[in-house]
């Protein structure tokens, strides 16, 4: 008899946290994962333990190392943000010139060569989480009842040429747009709302690398 097939879902912060748990994990359960876990990664051991955000490399990869000691673990994958991703982290100096899809995935690879386990899927989300709020517009503009909000929304991700390409730029980045065109905007509440009433299917369709890393998932849990 096979062991019962565990995936580890390690988060950025609590914005992941929430759609991992509220969006993900059902939906992975039901395409065979016997077990599906989530945390947030640590940025500080001490007497106290601080969760979210991911400031070096170092702790990420400390983090990760520790996740793969456990030997039930049959897969461990990331949620992290591109944007603003360690500057020291595998692969970031030397991105490739061209596409923002080029230059996540060298970051990627280079990621999972640094640790070599084969139990380990490097994910990072292109730009950021909000892109997802993005491919959201509808679902965000009626939680805010706000109908314009949707027309801008999806005019930024026709101009990018899809959510997940809306830029990474420090004053253009989704999640610096969303602070723009939503007045008081609550991140860790309405754009994981917004991505949950989207559900996995709507997300794969407007986000390819999202549809990707998930498909990739769902035939590891088959097999």
Same mark, same amino acid.
């Given at each position: 008899?096979?062991?019962?097939?565990?995936?580890?879902?390690?988060?950025?912060?609590?914005?992941?946290?929430?759609?991992?748990?509220? +969006?993900? $994990?059902?939906?992975?359960?039901?395409? =065979?994962?016997?077990?599906?876990?989530?945390?947030?990664?640590?940025?500080?051991?001490?007497?106290? !333990?601080?969760?979210? #955000?991911?400031?070096?490399?170092?702790?990420?990869?400390?983090?990760?190392?520790? %996740? %793969? #000691?456990?030997?039930?673990?049959?897969?461990?994958?990331?949620?992290?943000?591109?944007? =603003?991703?360690?500057?020291?982290?595998?692969?970031?100096?030397?991105?490739?010139?061209?596409?923002?899809?080029?230059?996540?995935? /060298?970051?990627? /690879?280079?990621?999972?060569?640094?640790?070599?386990?084969?139990?380990?899927?490097?994910?990072?989300?292109?730009?950021?989480?909000?892109?997802?709020?993005?491919?959201?517009?509808?679902?965000?503009?009626?939680?805010?009842?706000?109908?314009?909000?949707?027309?801008?929304?999806?005019? *930024?991700?026709?101009?990018?040429?899809?959510?997940?390409?809306?830029? #990474?730029?420090?004053? !253009?980045?989704?999640?610096?747009?969303?602070?723009?065109?939503?007045?008081?905007?609550?991140?860790?509440?309405? =754009?994981?709302?917004?991505?949950? *009433?989207? =559900? $996995?299917?709507?997300?794969?369709?407007?986000?390819?690398?999202?549809?990707?890393?998930? !498909?990739? +998932?769902?035939?590891?849990?088959?097999?």
């Amino acid at each position: 008899m096979t062991d019962p097939k565990r995936l580890h879902l390690l988060v950025e912060g609590q914005s992941e946290l929430t759609v991992a748990q509220e +969006l993900l $994990v059902d939906h992975l359960r039901e395409a =065979g994962w016997a077990t599906v876990t989530v945390s947030v990664v640590r940025t500080q051991t001490s007497s106290v !333990t601080h969760r979210g #955000g991911v400031s070096s490399w170092a702790k990420i990869r400390r983090e990760i190392q520790h %996740l %793969l #000691g456990q030997k039930s673990l049959t897969t461990l994958t990331t949620i992290f943000d591109f944007y =603003g991703f360690p500057s020291d982290a595998p692969g970031v100096s030397d991105r490739p010139a061209g596409s923002a899809e080029l230059q996540v995935e /060298h970051v990627e /690879h280079e990621i999972a060569a640094a640790i070599p386990d084969r139990r380990f899927l490097p994910n990072l989300v292109l730009h950021e989480l909000e892109s997802w709020v993005f491919a959201a517009a509808d679902q965000l503009s009626e939680l805010r009842g706000e109908p314009e909000l949707a027309e801008r929304l999806r005019a *930024d991700c026709d101009a990018a040429g899809g959510p997940e390409l809306v830029n #990474g730029g420090a004053k !253009t980045a989704p999640s610096k747009r969303l602070l723009q065109y939503c007045a008081g905007y609550q991140k860790v509440i309405e =754009g994981p709302l917004a991505i949950a *009433d989207l =559900g $996995v299917v709507g997300l794969k369709g407007k986000c390819p690398r999202f549809k990707a890393w998930l !498909t990739k +998932l769902e035939e590891q849990a088959k097999r």
